[in-house]
């Protein structure tokens, strides 16, 4: 039976935060079931954008900071990283983790940060989709990977967690030709438990203190949620946290496609729950973005039948940019996979035939002009 231990940590102080980490590893065993003296040890951070912690964005350094003290008390040695939306270089890096805390933490506690910005192509033989991956360098170099997630909304898969996390393995621009390839929620799904399959993270470890609802996972609000959660599973770590924000697990393609691989359970009774009371901390009035696909058609038609494209261009959801606040500073122009958004008197439009609805305009939009918008038909019927 899967364990995930779940920690009530009201806010970022930072002996709380150091207490409750400690406490949630030792629940699974300790520090020293995981790792080994001399290991390198990637913590994979959710680094999204140049956010500052206070905006809820990104893997707020206190948690970094806690995991990094403990691995050096275990005589490792800790490695902050990831790999943001945009440029994967030395100098985007350096500005990341500037803005989010990340440099403080690593001066604090003499941790490292990666700027190896070297890119590896490997062999997955146990994906489903994706055989071969291209990754940022350091994955390879390292010993073990520990995620250091987020838990947040999110507009293509409604929820971003462990397994998630781990998409940030893929260097930079590469992501556009990872949505480009499964623009079907499923298939971009399955290629994310293909990624976390490869990974194979040791442990995962969620800030809960204050999350995000509504529009993730970068424009949505702040929400205190007041828990650390960890589990040496990314899917039973996800299952636990969308069950504890009501979110209901089979609602979520990353937990439903890694039941049907074998890879954990969707029911909440199969996971082991440690530490505090569950149902105490459990939020019943989250809010959940308003987008997706229409699903219930594509059960009965291929995701390329032509009355799917037709329904989904004329009833799904959509991108609303609001012009008036854009700053036109381009970023949903670069980062939209497939070219769809062109600038028009230096503010974007959006050509909706070739939006594949993967929302990367919203997500990296630095001043949340991006909107997304359901037709008044498809709220009915959903």
Known sequence: ?????????????????????????????????????????????????????????TTHPAVVEAVAKLLLEAGAVPIIGDSPAGLFTEGALRGIYHITGMKEVAER???????????????????????????????????AVISLC?????????????????F???????????????KKLEDFSDMLLDICVYV????????????????????GDPRKIGVILA??????????????????????????????????????????????????????????????RVNFIERFFNSENRFVEFLNYYLGPRPVFDHTHCIGCRDCERSCPPKAIKMVNGRPQVNLRKCIRCYCCQELCPKKTVHIKRNWFFRMIK
């Open 231 to 292: 589990s040496d599973s990314p899917y039973a770590l996800d299952l636990a946290a969308a069950s504890l924000v009501g979110i209901s697990p089979e609602r979520v393609s990353t937990i439903r496609l890694a039941e049907k691989r074998g890879l954990c359970s969707s029911k909440l009774e199969d996971v082991l729950l440690l530490g505090d009371s569950f149902d105490q901390l459990r939020i019943t009035d989250f809010k959940l973005p308003e987008t997706g």
């Open 150 to 166: 987020k838990l947040k909304t999110h507009g293509m898969t409604l929820f971003t967690g462990a397994v998630k996390n781990l």
């Open 109 to 143: 506690t003499g941790a490292q940060l990666n700027y190896d910005t070297g890119i590896a192509e490997v062999e997955n033989p146990e994906g489903k989709l994706v055989k071969r991956l291209t990754i940022a360098n350091v994955v390879k170099e390292v010993d």
């Open 1 to 57: 039976m899967n364990q995930v231990s779940i920690i009530q940590c009201e806010d970022y102080q930072q002996e709380r935060v150091d207490a409750a980490v400690r406490r949630s590893i030792e629940l699974l065993g300790g520090i020293e079931r995981y790792i080994r003296p001399g290991m390198k040890v990637l913590l994979k951070c959710n680094l999204l954008m140049r956010k500052r912690p206070e905006e809820c964005t």
């Open 200 to 219: 194979k993270p040791v442990l995962s470890i969620m800030d809960g203190i204050i999350g995000m609802e509504g529009h993730g996972p970068s424009a």
């Open 168 to 182: 940030g393995v893929i260097p930079g621009m590469a992501k556009a030709e990872y949505h480009l390839r499964m």
